[in-house]
């Protein structure tokens, strides 16, 4: 039977909108494995978990924040920081979890309030961070392996003028340091000095690293002391660097707005 022109043409058109519909969307893409986005089920349903998307163009620099992830000067991890407070199987309408976790814990950021006290009590939270700060372009550097990051270390790094944003990337991505439990002391930070030359020789306002401190252990207090003392730097900690290229990319990072408080955790990505 010979079909209608006007019919074929109507059916052509459809096309589009019924492969858009049956295809995946953006934030919820059909994988084998996943349940389709129409409401349907497959016979096991299991998320996707990414660490790049786009085809190596968005990259998550941002650690899952898991039981035995680790926590400051604590041999044990995080511990169970999330539990469903409400649940469905138990007669609740919705599932509903409550969470409680110290706001340095993972990828976070500090504000000025972190290690000055009159800077806390008059308000400066991470609520008050410059967004502008937090986000555009950033260089991400590799910093020599076997020692802290000095004033000699930034010298040899040769970061040129004009660049706000840095991410070092240290011996602590090579020792996955983020990766274990318990936390390490031996990791690498700034040292006073080189937080020193940073501030008063470069144009770096963001300073990202890749464990829960961007100062060495032994030079804890003095290093954030210098980064914060003007309240310009923001220090973004816990960094997941590994897997990505060294060089410029553009940056996001967006902490929660908690009045009051002098940590967030933080959700950072790159996009090359």
């Not at 914060?228 to 900690?237: N, Q």
Request: aromatic letters at 8%; proline letters at 6%.
């Amino acid at each position: 039977m010979a079909v209608p022109p006007l019919f074929l043409l109507l059916t052509l058109l459809s096309l589009p909108s019924l492969l858009i519909s049956a295809s995946a969307s953006d934030a919820y893409p059909s994988i084998p494995g996943t349940a389709p986005i129409d409401g349907g089920f497959t016979d096991e349903l299991k998320p996707i978990r990414r660490e790049v998307y786009g085809h190596g163009k968005i990259y998550d620099i941002s650690h899952r924040y898991t039981p035995d992830m680790p926590s400051w000067d604590s041999s044990e991890g995080l511990g169970r920081f999330l539990w469903l407070a409400a649940s469905m199987k138990n007669g609740s309408l919705a599932n509903n979890s409550e969470m409680k976790i110290p706001t340095h814990t993972g990828t976070h950021v500090d504000s000025p309030g972190h290690v000055y006290d009159n800077y806390y009590d008059a308000g400066f939270d991470v609520d008050s961070l410059d967004l502008q700060v937090l986000n555009g372009l950033a260089l991400l550097v590799d910093v020599p392996k076997d020692k802290n990051i000095t004033a000699e270390v930034m010298k040899s790094l040769h970061i040129p003028k004009g660049v706000s944003r840095v991410l070092f990337r240290t011996l602590n991505t090579d020792r996955r340091l983020m990766f274990k439990k318990e936390f390490d002391t031996s990791y690498v930070g700034f040292m006073k000095d080189g937080a020193q030359w940073l501030v008063d020789n470069t144009d770096i306002k963001l300073v990202g690293i890749d464990y829960l401190s961007v100062a060495a252990y032994d030079d804890l207090i003095p290093s954030h002391l210098v980064f914060l003392k003007d309240r310009e730097t923001i220090l973004v900690e816990g960094l997941k660097l590994d897997g990505v290229k060294a060089g410029l990319y553009s940056v996001h990072c967006l902490p929660l707005r908690l009045v009051g408080a002098e940590g967030s955790p933080i959700r950072c990505i790159l996009i090359d």
